[in-house]
């Protein structure tokens, strides 16, 4: 077999190989195994080169279909693993080479945001987005930009509410006021949403002191 065949058969059955894997994850969105595949996935979309660019597109189209339209999370997947896929996830959009890439890598932190918020690992995920927010602030080479963060505090407004300090503490040490400014209007948008994190089962008091 030439060499030129043998990359056609290698293609060929990494093809075949993600069409099992759309079909497990539109099959078992709810099992715990799909948190191994997200990784995976977007080293294919993230490393393949100009001849694999159909593999890559293919990663792409399932992380946008099954991860970051999926109705439905794993459940039952230990809290340490959900939080280390997660950690890889931001690590990865620190550094992503196009903004292509970065919103597929928000889709997926937003997707292992829920599975934290089902576990009851706020805390675990307001550290990650903290942390995240410091490098876009303060590392010039940095490859994030608001909208990772909007697509967090637009879908878990009572989460990312918890970020309110830490985006003021944060935004003097921006590296430039154009910085500065994009981690004041993160804020801006935070308090824009107030009143959907506000329960409506527990309306504000309007006076303190009533007369008996």
Same mark, same amino acid.
């Given at each position: ?8 058969? +290698?293609?060929?059955?990494?093809? @075949? !190989? #993600? ?5 497990? #994850?539109?099959?078992?969105? $709810?099992?715990?195994? +799909?948190?191994?595949?997200? !990784? %995976? ?13 159909? /593999? $890559? ?17 794993? !459940? ?12 890889? !996830? =931001? &690590?990865?959009?620190?550094?992503? =080479?196009? $903004?292509? /890439?970065?919103?597929?890598?928000? #889709? ?7 599975? /934290? ?30 909208? *990772? ?7 878990? %407004?009572?989460? &990312?509410?918890?970020l309110r300090q830490d985006l /003021?503490?944060? +935004? ?9 400014t994009q981690v004041l209007q993160?804020?801006? =948008?935070?308090?824009?949403?107030? %009143? ?7 309306? *504000? @008091? #309007?006076? &303190?002191?009533?007369?008996?």
């Amino acid at each position: 077999m030439s060499g030129v065949d043998a990359q056609r058969e +290698a293609t060929h059955f990494k093809n @075949r !190989v #993600l069409d099992l894997v759309d079909t497990y #994850l539109r099959k078992e969105p $709810s099992n715990p195994l +799909a948190l191994h595949l997200i !990784v %995976p996935l977007l080293d294919l979309v993230a490393g393949s080169g100009q001849d694999e660019r159909q /593999l $890559s597109d293919k990663a792409k189209g399932i992380l946008r279909s099954r991860i970051g339209k999926a109705k439905e999370a794993p !459940v039952g997947a230990e809290i340490e693993r959900v939080t280390e896929v997660a950690t890889s !996830v =931001h &690590a990865k959009a620190r550094k992503a =080479h196009s $903004s292509d /890439l970065l919103a597929i890598l928000s #889709l997926c932190s937003v997707y292992l945001a829920k599975m /934290l918020v089902h576990a009851k690992a706020e805390e675990s995920l307001a550290k990650l987005y903290k942390e995240s927010l410091e490098d876009f602030a303060v590392r010039k080479n940095s490859s994030l930009n608001p909208a *990772f963060f909007q697509d967090f505090i637009r879908r878990f %407004p009572g989460q &990312a509410w918890s970020l309110r300090q830490d985006l /003021l503490d944060i +935004a003097p040490k921006a590296i430039n006021a154009y910085r500065q400014t994009q981690v004041l209007q993160l804020l801006e =948008h935070l308090l824009g949403l107030l %009143p959907s994190i506000v329960s409506p089962k527990l309306p *504000f @008091r #309007l006076s &303190a002191n009533k007369a008996p």
